[in-house]
């Protein structure tokens, strides 16, 4: 089971300890999402919280946040983090 957690550790360590950059540090996860014997909570968010942290440089965190705002239909996040505003499909909005 990978879940989201520790999935955002797998990505921290890929950039900080191993520096590896952040394309493909997305096409690692991706890879290990697709791998046949590993089950997630919600692969259609992780894959799309990979692709918001890859193409507009999201942290994963914030890319996680966006992703399950996109699916859930939530058109904000409260945050004071101004890299959300990098998100073309949610609005941030100042707690």
Do not use: N
């Not at 797998?10 to 997305?26: D, G, H, K, N």
């Not at 799309?48 to 996680?64: H, K, P």
């Amino acid at each position: 089971m990978l879940t989201e957690i520790v999935a955002a550790e797998l990505v921290y360590v890929l950039e900080s300890f191993y520096q590896v950059a952040r394309a493909e540090v997305a096409h690692l996860v991706r890879a290990v999402v697709a791998f046949p014997s590993i089950e997630t909570e919600r692969p259609a968010e992780l894959v799309r919280a990979l692709q918001l942290y890859e193409v507009e440089r999201l942290d994963f965190a914030e890319a996680t946040l966006v992703a399950r705002a996109e699916a859930t239909g939530v058109g904000a996040i409260a945050s004071f983090d101004r890299a959300l505003d990098r998100s073309q499909t949610v609005d941030r909005i100042e707690p």
